[in-house]
């Protein structure tokens, strides 16, 4: 059975940071495209970062550019999100994703889902 869990979240100042981790289980996921997408409360999901298997490449959404760092570790099937200079507007539910395609910036494209984290930025 493919587990996605993610982890690292929590309740943080505005200008702050935070580490967000996932971890693969079931599969190995080290040539797929690993992903996170956020939603806030009324607002559709909406795609973060992605990372291609080897690493080599990563795209990120134009509202988190600057700040977020997508990275991963393919011996451990773990992917990061390292969220610097939080923002009230980064506040959601984090999950990570899978897809076999390469960096698609669609919810659709991607394969599996884990459960989701919660990111609360305060102001």
């Known amino acids: 059975q493919v587990q996605l869990v993610e982890s690292g979240g929590g309740l943080v100042q505005a200008g702050g940071s935070l580490r967000l981790s996932c971890v693969a289980s079931g599969r190995t996921f080290s040539t797929y495209t690993r992903g996170w997408f956020r939603q806030a409360p009324g607002k559709e999901r909406e795609f973060v970062a992605a990372?291609?298997?080897?690493?080599?490449?990563?795209v990120y959404a134009d509202s988190v550019k600057g700040r977020f760092s997508i990275s991963r570790d393919n011996a451990n099937d773990t992917v990061y999100l390292q969220m610097a200079s939080l923002k009230p507007e980064d506040t959601a539910i984090y999950y990570c994703?899978?897809?076999?395609?390469?960096?698609?910036?669609?919810?659709?494209?991607?394969?599996?889902w884990g459960q989701g984290t919660q990111v609360t930025v305060s102001s």
């Open positions: 990372i291609t298997w080897s690493g080599t490449s990563t």
């Open positions: 994703t899978v897809a076999s395609r390469a960096l698609p910036t669609a919810a659709t494209s991607y394969d599996y």
